[in-house]
């Protein structure tokens, strides 16, 4: 029979129970042994859900206190030196997550595509590997002792190395895997001895363009780990691998996982020939969005394999459902017929066992639930909020060098200055500040009927005077107004324009502690009326210095959006842009004379094969010039961009054409810089001076040590000095101790600054 598995399951829980545990936690509120609780309580949640919805294997190690990658690394003892010696325990897995006083946190990027952030694996020449098994074994008898089937789930020995950074000069990191292999080896062995049957072998990085010498190593790998050990699922995700397809089905392993979600052009390659004794398994729910499955269209891509392989063919989502939240059963505020259309976790294995039914039973078992799903794909494509006709027009009306500002960013420069007359090294942050119990309790109350309207603005007006009083007090030059109206950067502008939904219990986890609710992008978009202006002008009536206007971009609105599926992309990025440039005149209009557009997202977005990366840069970068460009010489740009690789795509940048850029680079140890100074990157940079994801405060010498890396590649003229983030999951006591010295790290640079040139 047709069997059902998991790649993974959201650890957060129906309340977000993870992110309350560790918070306490951390705060010690609670000690080791009951967050462990906590822990163990939503493991047992999940495995009950995931079984109650038929599932036949259920994963294990799919659970991490903060990242998985970052419970990988702890795994198989690669513990970088400043945290000291011997095996790790949680509060060491906690301070390379978050740092500690005196060391810094491990970097932390993007998990390919997603906006989901994992802890970068640190290499070089004193790297040796451990084995520490008790992180997964735990699990693994937890569910045992449960009565269930599991199968672990442990990131590949390929991808791990691939998502790490070499942290000296001369280090390969490809060239540790020889001594990483016997380790992976001991790990299969361990769960061998606890009658684990599959283990599934996490390999994304195999739907990259890796470099020959990487992908020479497949057989290596996978020939040191067969045999010995229980029989492996190799797990490929966010991308097709039709390319590998004859090396990987003659690698030694029993089983092969495909995402068709996101190419089932990739299947026909497999099929062929695919070995007699090996087991594939098909994702044909996606993990990463949540929409409803065409279940009529499965089934008719599945039939014919389940005809071939019979019970070899395994049912699966296309990627671990860490992406969606985990289900609609207590959504009872949205719209019922947007409700009718989604799909999160929980539905989503329903979802797999209706198509496994119909595979082993015939459609006719599954006729009521294929006629649902006809009807919600029809009702969806006929309905009349779906489209707006206006919006259309105005995107076809849009001229090529729509987007273009008016002179170079050298004559704008002049302009801008004689207009802001700012320092050398201004000082400024990227936009939010502590989102305190206060804030909180101001919308909670507001959303309750508990306060009215006026009294919901005069709260936050409250506190945009305290960031403001705060900032000047600081001797900060470039100010915000902190954003205390704002839940989040995107779901805040998302909630205004037209084409969004909402949930009230959505969360996904991005990191950590850190989740989001985001919205689901349905529609045609568009801006009714102004968002931020009235904010905006508030502050700047506060104070004689320069406040910026603060607005995310269309991308990254896109990209942390649950996007519609039926149209292009590139066309809903467009209608985004229109609504935000149109944000941006009103903002200009109000006398606001720096706007920053944040699009941390534009790198998360960028397709991860090569060959379709020119057309998505064209569009994003598109997108973002009309969004922003169409101000006066004399209006000031921002865009702010983190927690990515920038190097291979700074052409793009470039083209944004954005007066200034803050980038995140602190934890790197302004490694992202050097990038961005052999380009000659010819405008403005804020290169982040300290980690707002640490509790640590960085001392002046720190950053001051960063910024003079910086000035070997950037013009004095033309640096920045800013944090990495915005400052919202940070206290206030921590904030203004951090930015006390970055004030005075910017000061001691203007003195050396001017005594060089005495």
């Known amino acids: 029979m047709t069997l059902i598995h998991n790649l993974g399951f959201p650890r957060i829980g129906p309340r977000r129970e993870l992110k309350h545990a560790l918070e306490a936690f951390w705060k010690g509120e609670i000690d080791e042994n009951a967050l462990r609780a906590a822990g163990s309580e939503l493991r047992r949640q999940n495995w009950r859900t995931q079984c109650d919805a038929g599932v036949d294997l259920v994963p294990a190690g799919d659970f991490a206190w903060y990242d998985h990658v970052l419970t990988t690394s702890v795994m198989l003892g690669n513990v970088p030196k400043r945290f000291g010696a011997g095996r790790a325990d949680l509060q060491t897995y906690f301070a390379m997550a978050r740092g500690a006083q005196g060391v810094a946190a491990v970097e932390m990027t993007k998990w390919f595509d997603t906006n989901y952030h994992y802890l970068v694996p640190e290499f070089d020449s004193r790297t040796r590997f451990r084995l520490d098994a008790s992180w997964l074994v735990d699990e693994v008898r937890e569910a045992q002792a449960l009565g269930l089937r599991v199968k672990p789930v442990v990131l590949g020995p390929l991808t791990y190395l691939w998502l790490g950074k070499e942290k000296e000069p001369g280090c390969d990191r490809l060239s540790l895997l020889p001594q990483l292999l016997p380790v992976y080896r001991e790990l299969l062995g361990e769960l061998k001895r606890l009658g684990v049957e599959w283990v599934q072998l996490d390999e994304p990085a195999l739907t990259l363009d890796l470099p020959p010498a990487w992908l020479q190593q497949l057989e290596v790998v996978f020939g040191a780990l067969a045999g010995g050990g229980p029989k492996l699922l190799l797990a490929t995700y966010f991308a097709g691998v039709g390319h590998l397809a004859p090396r990987l089905t003659a690698l030694p392993v029993a089983g092969l996982h495909l995402d068709l979600t996101r190419d089932n052009t990739q299947l026909p390659v497999f099929i062929d020939n695919f070995p007699k004794d090996r087991v594939l398994s098909l994702g044909v729910i996606d993990g990463r969005n949540v929409w409803r499955c065409d279940l009529a269209h499965a089934l ?70 294929i006629a649902v799903s006809n009807g919600v794909r029809s009702s969806r494509a006929l309905s009349q909020r779906i489209h707006n006709t206006a919006i259309t027009a105005q995107i076809a009306a849009l001229p090529a060098d729509a987007g273009q500002r008016k002179s170079p960013f050298t004559q704008r420069q002049r302009v801008q200055q004689r207009r802001l007359r700012l320092p050398l090294f201004p000082t400024t942050t990227i936009g939010s500040f502590p989102q305190t119990a206060d804030i909180r309790r101001a919308r909670r109350d507001f959303r309750s009927g508990t306060i009215d309207e006026a009294e919901y603005k005069e709260r936050i007006r409250s506190q945009i005077r305290l960031a403001i009083q705060k900032q000047e007090a600081l001797g900060l030059d470039v100010l915000v107004h902190g954003e205390a ?100 005149l009103d903002l200009e209009r109000a006398g606001i004379g720096i706007i920053q557009i944040d699009e941390p997202a534009l790198r998360e977005g960028l397709p991860l094969r090569q060959s379709e990366r020119p057309g998505y840069l064209e569009w994003a970068t598109r997108a973002f010039r009309i969004a922003s460009n169409g101000v006066r010489d004399e209006t000031q740009i921002h865009t702010h961009m983190c927690y990515s690789e920038f190097a291979d795509i700074l052409p793009a940048i470039v083209s944004l054409d954005a007066d200034v850029i803050t980038i995140e680079t602190s934890r790197s140890d302004m490694d992202l810089l050097e990038a961005f100074g052999e380009f000659r990157y010819p405008n403005a940079i804020g290169p982040g001076i300290y980690d707002i994801h640490s509790p640590r405060v960085p001392q002046t010498a720190e950053m001051i040590a960063l910024l003079q890396k910086a000035r070997t590649v950037i013009p004095d003229e033309r640096l920045w000095v800013n944090p990495d983030c915005g400052l919202k999951t940070r206290g206030w006591e921590e904030v203004e101790a951090a930015l006390a010295n970055m004030v005075a790290a910017a000061r001691e640079l203007r003195s050396r600054a001017k005594h060089s040139e005495l």
């Not at 259309?341 to 015939?362: I, M, S």
């Not at 102004?530 to 904010?535: A, I, K």
């Not at 502050?539 to 971009?553: E, F, H, I, R, Y």
């Open 485 to 584: 109206e704002r839940n989040d950067m995107v779901e805040y502008f998302g909630e205004q324009l037209e084409g969004f939904a909402f949930t009230a219990h959505g969360w996904v986890q991005s990191y950590g502690s850190r989740c989001v609710k985001p919205p689901i992008l349905y529609g045609d978009v568009s801006r009714p009326r102004p968002m931020t202006v009235e904010w905006a002008v508030y502050a700047q009536s506060l104070t004689t210095k320069p406040v910026k206007g603060m607005l995310t971009g269309p991308v990254t609105i896109l990209q942390w959006s649950f996007v519609r599926d039926d149209q292009p992309r590139a066309t809903t990025a467009l209608q985004i842009a229109l609504a935000i440039s149109a944000e941006v």
């Open 300 to 369: 008719d891509l599945l039939e014919p394999v389940h005809a071939q392989l019979g019970e070899r063919l395994w049912l699966a989502p296309s990627c671990s459902l860490l992406h969606c939240p985990l289900g609609l059963a207590p959504e009872s505020g949205l719209d019922h017929e947007i409700k009718s259309w989604l799909a999160f976790a929980r539905e989503k294995l329903d979802e797999l066992a209706w198509l496994k039914r119909g595979l082993t039973e015939g459609r006719d078992a599954v006729a009521y639930e």
